[in-house]
């Protein structure tokens, strides 16, 4: 729920300022969220006490962005997008 209110926020402050939504462009942004809630889901799944799971996906979250940011690592763009 959080990822999707975050990223629908987001998508409309975008719009709101003329500009092309975050989500939308080549940087990981809602995709660090899609990871933490793998992560989430499979850590429960297995059985993992949770306040482990939430501490777990929750630090996944946070070092997939970080580490997105300081290597420069995004997504892919399709040809002859120029965002």
Same mark, same amino acid.
């Given at each position: ?12 402050? /975008?719009?709101?300022? =003329? ?29 993992? /006490? ?31 997008? =120029?965002?």
């Amino acid at each position: 729920m959080g990822s999707m209110t975050g990223s629908a926020g987001g998508v409309i402050r /975008d719009i709101l300022i =003329n500009e092309i939504p975050l989500i939308f462009r080549k940087e990981i942004y809602a995709m660090a969220c899609v990871i933490g809630g793998v992560i989430y889901w499979i850590l429960h799944y297995t059985g993992v /006490d949770s306040t482990w799971v939430n501490l777990i996906s929750g630090g996944s979250i946070l070092l997939t962005r970080i580490l997105a940011v300081r290597f420069q690592i995004g997504l892919p763009v399709l040809k002859g997008e =120029n965002f």
